[in-house]
């Protein structure tokens, strides 16, 4: 079921709504109907017009569903009055997201951030959900349950969120610690619309296992690998948690830690399925959510991957569109074609040499290893030797100044603060 207000382009309209099957196939629901209703404004009380609900309560009994979704945010009484006329469950897409997040969440972390979410999506619900319960028992004998039971479980589901926000607060710093014990090592975050390819480009770039599926929602959980990219570049590389059109706003803010990750990336890597046919705005969704998380002043480099699937046309086009719409650096890659991430790890080696840091190091001169890498990496200003030990002012990117760190008998004897 949609009704898109704004978008009046008809084709985007499908696209939203093969989305939504997607999600419902991920959600394990099968598709049995599709009712559409152009608005000009959706009514308060059943947000589609009254005659269209009584053609979807005739879908409704003449498919056999047992369960109506709209693509659309639906009010907490909207949702009940059209559960009253079709008789059926209703579910809105945000809600459909949170059903999937819980099916799908692993890490306790995870399972704790859509708990709360889902948590706070009810509790202004919950009156609807006991009249439903109560009705759908037959409500013979069984009479939905008076103000005080629900005045209990709102006091119980407010205790609940408390207790998990305070958990999920302790995960956020014992995460933060591990961070800063991670200080100086240059970290990129992969970022982007869901299903783009993001897990891909990592097991890809890592040589790890990494979990890929196509499904929707894949990743739940920030993993992070490192990533050699040759000549003795490191780094940190964070996969991260997809985004979608109409994100629960409850779920963005509970998965703020997850995506604490991203914050402290020194480049943000916007991974886009180039093959999409919707690409242009799953790109303005993500930097929308990017923009909601004020995350949208990191450096970003867009990875427009997928690229087997297109025809030369058309990433021509797609580099026009690019040349003439956005300053940001992009590369052309395919996670599937291991010699097109060259570009990629010279995207990023490029963005690890722009963060130098001018540092005076004193480091034992038979350690050719630790000077040869101060010789590739950095630019050296200065060079003493002193025999046993050679001191040098060198202009280091973060990344290596964080290894030189732990190799023994070398001393940084001032800088690396900047
Ligand atoms: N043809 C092609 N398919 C790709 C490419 N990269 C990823 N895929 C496929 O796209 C699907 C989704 O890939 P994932 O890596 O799981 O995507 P993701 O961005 O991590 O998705 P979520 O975790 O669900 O947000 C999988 O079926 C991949 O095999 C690519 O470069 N080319
Ligand atoms: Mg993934």
Same mark, same amino acid.
């Given at each position: 079921?949609?009704?898109?207000?704004?978008? !009046?382009?008809?084709?985007?309209?499908?696209?939203?709504?093969?989305?939504?099957?997607?999600? $419902?196939? $991920?959600? #394990?629901?099968?598709?049995?109907?599709?009712?559409?209703?152009?608005?000009?404004?959706?009514?308060?009380?059943?947000? =589609?017009? @009254? *005659?269209?609900?009584?053609?979807?309560?005739?879908?409704?009994?003449?498919?056999?569903?047992?369960?109506? =979704?709209?693509?659309?945010? !639906?009010?907490?009484? %909207? *949702?009940?009055?059209?559960?009253?006329?079709?008789?059926?469950?209703?579910?809105?897409? +945000?809600?459909?997201?949170?059903?999937? &997040?819980?099916?799908?969440?692993?890490?306790?972390?995870?399972?704790? %951030?859509?708990?709360?979410?889902?948590?706070?999506?009810?509790?202004?619900?919950?009156?609807?959900?006991?009249?439903?319960?109560?009705?759908?028992?037959?409500? =013979?004998?069984?009479? *939905? +349950?008076?103000?005080? %039971?629900?005045? /209990?479980?709102?006091?119980?589901?407010? /205790?609940?969120?408390?207790?998990?926000?305070?958990? !999920?607060?302790?995960?956020?710093?014992?995460?933060?610690? @591990?961070? @800063?014990?991670?200080?100086?090592?240059?970290?990129?975050?992969?970022?982007?619309?869901?299903?783009?390819?993001?897990?891909?480009?990592?097991?890809?770039?890592?040589?790890?296992?990494?979990?890929?599926?196509?499904?929707?929602?894949?990743?739940?959980?920030?993993?992070?690998? $490192?990533?050699?990219?040759?000549?003795?570049?490191?780094?940190?590389?964070?996969?991260?948690? #997809? &985004?979608?059109?109409?994100?629960?706003?409850? !779920?963005?803010?509970?998965?703020?830690?997850?995506?604490?990750?991203?914050?402290?990336?020194?480049?943000?890597?916007?991974?886009?399925?180039?093959?999409?046919?919707?690409?242009?705005? @799953?790109?303005?969704?993500?930097?929308?959510?990017?923009?909601?998380?004020?995350?949208?002043?990191?450096? %970003?480099?867009?990875?427009?991957?997928?690229?087997?699937?297109?025809?030369?046309?058309?990433?021509?086009?797609?580099?026009?569109?690019?040349?003439? &719409?956005?300053?940001?650096?992009?590369? &052309?890659?395919?996670?599937?074609?291991?010699?097109?991430?060259?570009?990629?790890?010279?995207?990023?080696?490029?963005?690890?040499?722009?963060?130098?840091?001018?540092?005076?190091?004193?480091?034992?001169?038979?350690? #050719?290893?630790?000077?040869?890498?101060?010789?590739?990496? *950095?630019?050296?200003?200065?060079?003493?030797?002193?025999?046993? $030990?050679?001191?040098?002012?060198?202009?280091?990117?973060?990344?290596?100044?964080?290894?030189?760190?732990?190799?023994?008998?070398?001393?940084?004897?001032?800088?690396?603060?900047?």
């Amino acid at each position: 079921m949609s009704a898109p207000p704004r978008e !009046l382009d008809p084709r985007i309209a499908e696209e939203h709504l093969e989305e939504l099957a997607r999600l $419902t196939d $991920t959600a #394990g629901g099968q598709v049995t109907a599709v009712v559409r209703q152009r608005l000009d404004s959706p009514s308060p009380k059943t947000f =589609i017009g @009254q *005659g269209k609900a009584e053609e979807l309560k005739q879908v409704v009994e003449s498919s056999g569903a047992d369960l109506v =979704i709209f693509d659309e945010e !639906l009010s907490p009484a %909207q *949702g009940k009055n059209l559960e009253q006329v079709t008789g059926v469950r209703v579910m809105d897409r +945000p809600e459909l997201i949170l059903d999937i &997040f819980a099916t799908r969440a692993r890490s306790k972390e995870a399972r704790m %951030q859509v708990e709360l979410a889902q948590l706070e999506y009810l509790l202004p619900r919950l009156k609807r959900m006991w009249s439903h319960l109560s009705r759908t028992r037959g409500g =013979i004998g069984l009479r *939905g +349950p008076g103000e005080t %039971q629900l005045e /209990t479980d709102r006091r119980l589901i407010g /205790t609940r969120i408390a207790d998990l926000r305070k958990k !999920l607060r302790d995960v956020a710093r014992a995460r933060e610690i @591990q961070r @800063q014990s991670r200080q100086g090592e240059f970290r990129a975050a992969l970022v982007g619309y869901t299903n783009a390819g993001k897990s891909s480009l990592l097991r890809a770039l890592s040589g790890s296992e990494v979990f890929v599926e196509d499904r929707l929602f894949a990743t739940l959980d920030s993993t992070t690998r $490192t990533v050699e990219l040759g000549d003795g570049y490191d780094m940190l590389v964070t996969d991260t948690v #997809g &985004f979608i059109r109409k994100l629960p706003h409850h !779920l963005v803010a509970s998965f703020r830690s997850t995506l604490e990750e991203a914050r402290e990336a020194d480049v943000l890597l916007h991974v886009i399925d180039s093959s999409h046919p919707d690409r242009e705005e @799953q790109e303005e969704v993500v930097a929308e959510v990017l923009a909601d998380l004020e995350l949208d002043d990191r450096p %970003q480099v867009l990875v427009y991957n997928k690229i087997d699937r297109l025809t030369h046309a058309e990433e021509s086009a797609i580099k026009d569109r690019i040349r003439a &719409f956005s300053s940001r650096p992009a590369v &052309f890659v395919s996670a599937h074609q291991p010699e097109t991430l060259g570009r990629l790890r010279d995207a990023l080696k490029a963005r690890m040499r722009a963060r130098l840091h001018k540092v005076r190091i004193e480091l034992p001169a038979r350690d #050719g290893e630790a000077l040869a890498l101060l010789y590739r990496q *950095g630019e050296v200003i200065e060079r003493d030797d002193r025999g046993a $030990t050679i001191e040098v002012v060198v202009r280091v990117p973060d990344a290596l100044l964080g290894r030189l760190r732990q190799r023994p008998g070398l001393v940084l004897v001032e800088g690396g603060e900047e």
